[in-house]
């Protein structure tokens, strides 16, 4: 493990927050974590907890937020492409109702950008901005490119960030059989990505931008030049596209080959990737046991995310620091949420490591409702404790909190 461990003791107030860090502190309850490691809980700014919906689904907010917090995560950011779309103030206050002593972490709440909606009233509800340049689940029409520039500008003026899925469906190439990972990157080449993230940048001033889901280093590269936001996802660090996998391991964008996988895997260990996500999209087992080209794209994810990263700290091959910037810090500030660091004033949103304790991932155990994950059999470090305002809300494996998460809205001057 990279950086310095050192024992320390941390005072909480009243409100939850983290009022002192030092060798030794007096007075107040008091609880002895031995000699776990303690980090900062994660965000996670990409999930899909697919409320509401109309179709077949297993995932919900109780559900999609448990698993959460058994994985290590204190706030999830929730993508707005539902059954109807977060497109218009009315659907978000609706979410908002739906959420109310379902959550077990705390929610924000993405709208979708399209050509109808209206920007700048649900810039004052909604949590965050999400714009997709390639159809998808729930998105049939895009907005045309010609439209782009000053639909960037109506939400930069809101102050909120935005997230762009960007692929351009221009750049996507015929591919006669659509039957495995391999051919799926065919189809769904890293230069739609590469073009899709050309037309957006520099975008206009003021804009906190975010790219979702960046498959490959050369892609990163173009982000990070410009000094706008990236994530990557744990599938893309951690899988290739493999000719004999099923759609479980269908994404977008795709699974790239090896040498393109281990590339962004070193750049994620070298710091030089700001986010990790998970695109956590609980598909039924059922709906992706199908024929590769009709199966939807994504896979679960908010539950393992930070576990299986852990576990490449345990084996030394990544930096807790590195992993603690990616998955804790960066995704709150961008999303203007002040815990993902310890320092006094932060929300005691905090984690309980034992690195001494590792064990695979079983999906029959996880919480999420899906049934099923594409890291079967994979080793995992699952956070033992999991603190938040400085309440016990996940001991040994389990979730013994109270629904009392709350949807939150960013605070940009306090983060
Ligand atoms: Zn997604």
């Known amino acids: 493990m990279r950086g310095k461990l050192q024992p320390i003791e941390i005072g909480i107030d009243g409100e939850g927050r983290i009022a002192r860090i030092a060798k030794s502190i007096r007075g107040g309850v008091r609880e ?4 776990r490691v303690l980090i900062p809980a994660a965000t996670d700014l990409h999930v899909h907890l697919r409320e509401p919906s109309t179709g077949p689904r297993v995932e919900s907010f109780r559900s999609g937020t448990e698993a959460a917090a058994l994985g290590g995560v204190t706030a999830v ?29 705390d929610l924000i709440l993405y709208a979708a950008v399209g050509p109808q909606t209206a920007i700048e009233s649900l810039g004052a509800v909604a949590g965050a901005f999400k714009l997709y340049l390639s159809p998808t689940t729930g998105i049939e029409q895009p907005p ?24 351009e469906p221009l750049a996507f190439r015929t591919v006669t059989k659509l039957d495995s990972p391999i051919a799926w990157d065919a189809h769904r080449p890293i230069e739609a990505e590469q073009r899709a993230i ?6 206009p001033p003021g804009l906190r931008l975010h790219i979702a889901h960046v498959s490959a280093p050369a892609v990163a590269n173009s982000v990070r030049g410009s000094g706008h936001s990236f994530e ?46 998970s695109d ?35 084996e030394g091959e990544l930096g807790l620091d590195v992993l603690q910037s990616a998955a804790c810090d960066r995704p709150a500030r961008w999303l203007g949420l002040s815990h993902g660091r310890l320092a ?4 005691a949103n905090l984690l309980a490591v034992d690195f001494r304790r590792h064990r695979p991932i079983q999906a029959a155990r996880l919480r999420t409702a899906c049934g099923w994950s594409a890291f079967e059999g994979w080793e995992a470090v699952f956070p033992e404790r999991h603190y938040r305002d400085g309440q016990l809300i996940v001991a040994d494996g389990e979730f013994v909190g109270a629904r009392n998460g709350v949807v939150v809205r960013p605070d940009y001057a306090r983060a």
């Open 32 to 35: 002895d974590l031995g000699d």
């Open 144 to 167: 045309e490119e010609g439209s782009v520039p000053s639909l960037l500008a109506r939400v930069a003026a809101t102050g909120l960030s935005l997230t762009v899925h960007a692929e």
């Open 232 to 277: 990557v996802t744990p599938q893309h660090l951690l899988l290739a596209a493999r000719r004999d996998d099923s759609a479980r391991f269908k994404v977008n964008p795709p699974l790239r080959p090896p040498a393109i996988r281990a590339g962004l895997w070193d750049e994620f260990r070298a710091g030089r990737v700001p986010v990790l996500s």
């Open 280 to 314: 956590h999209a609980p598909h039924p087992a059922l709906v992706k046991d199908q024929e590769f080209a009709r199966a939807p794209s994504g896979m679960p994810g908010v539950e393992t995310t930070l576990p299986l990263l852990l576990e490449k700290v345990r």
């Open 198 to 203: 050309a037309g957006l940048l520099p975008g």
């Open 344 to 347: 006094v004033g932060e929300r």
């Open 77 to 105: 950011a929730d993508m707005p492409n539902t059954e109807p779309p977060i497109d218009r103030p009315a659907r978000v206050r609706e979410k908002q109702d739906r959420a109310r002593g379902e959550l077990a972490v």
